[in-house]
């Protein structure tokens, strides 16, 4: 089964940049899309289509996605960004997710 | 703005049948442009694609789910449902319905989810 890798976590002081990745075999060659998910809340799309914000998400989100790896970068990052990021892609028609990357804002 | 909420037991017994449904209002459950997804969360963990269904009733399965797994559709309740059999204490989980966005370009498609329900958390225990 198609498998999509994410670091455990992800450290960054404030106003620094955070790049979050994501690994899978081809990846390059799907789409992927990100989520952010704070402590008991529900997922929130953040990235689609590899690197289209939804309206009302910030400039500070962007993706990209080639080869291997997408990459979420946080820029600018700000204490309301620590959360939970997934990415998620489909292998033909099976949803796939990442393992979960948690952002620390130190 | 479109919205869905989760319902159904919060308790399953092993073995037993667990059954939710999604209410989407704001929008229709038929538009042409959307399906309608599941996803579950185990405590602590990640999350995880359960499976999928258009307003015409086709369906795509997670394939270590698709077993146990049944999706149906009701649109004259802009409703969905799932259910899931013979459960066992590893899918106790918080259950999410939201809506699955595609764009087809010329080699692959892009799917995402968006928006999410609140999840509705089911345990499994005797």
């Known amino acids: 089964s198609y498998e999509l890798t994410q670091p455990p976590s992800v450290s960054v002081s404030p106003g620094q940049t955070a790049t979050i990745t994501c690994s899978g075999d081809?990846?390059?060659?799907?789409?992927a899309c990100w989520y952010q998910q704070k402590p008991g809340q529900s997922p929130v799309l953040v990235i689609y289509?590899?690197?289209k914000r939804p309206s009302g998400i910030p400039e500070r989100f962007s993706g990209s996605n080639s080869g291997n790896t997408a990459t979420l970068t946080i820029s600018g990052t700000q204490a309301m960004d620590e959360a939970d990021y997934y990415c998620?892609?489909?292998?033909?028609?099976?949803?796939?997710f990442g393992t979960g990357t948690k952002v620390t804002v130190l | 703005q479109l919205q869905l909420q989760e319902s159904g037991p919060g308790l399953v017994k092993p073995s037993e049948t667990l059954s939710l449904t999604c209410t989407v209002s704001?929008?229709?459950?038929?538009?042409?442009?959307?399906?309608w997804g599941w996803i579950r969360q185990p405590p602590g963990k990640g999350l995880e694609w359960i499976g999928s269904?258009?307003?015409?009733?086709?369906?795509s399965y997670n394939a270590s789910l698709k077993s146990r797994v049944t999706i149906s559709v009701d649109t004259s309740k802009n409703q969905f449902s799932l259910k899931l059999s013979s459960v066992t204490a590893a899918d106790t989980a918080v259950y999410y319905c939201?809506?699955?966005?595609?764009?087809?370009?010329?080699?692959?498609?892009?799917?995402?989810?968006?928006?999410w329900g609140q999840g509705t958390l089911v345990t499994v225990s005797s």
């Open positions: 939201a809506r699955q966005q595609r764009f087809i370009a010329a080699s692959h498609t892009a799917n995402w989810f968006d928006p």
């Open positions: 704001g929008g229709s459950i038929s538009s042409r442009s959307y399906h």
């Open positions: 269904i258009y307003y015409s009733g086709s369906t």
């Open positions: 081809k990846l390059g060659d799907k789409y």
């Open positions: 289509q590899d690197n």
């Open positions: 998620q892609a489909w292998d033909s028609t099976t949803g796939v």
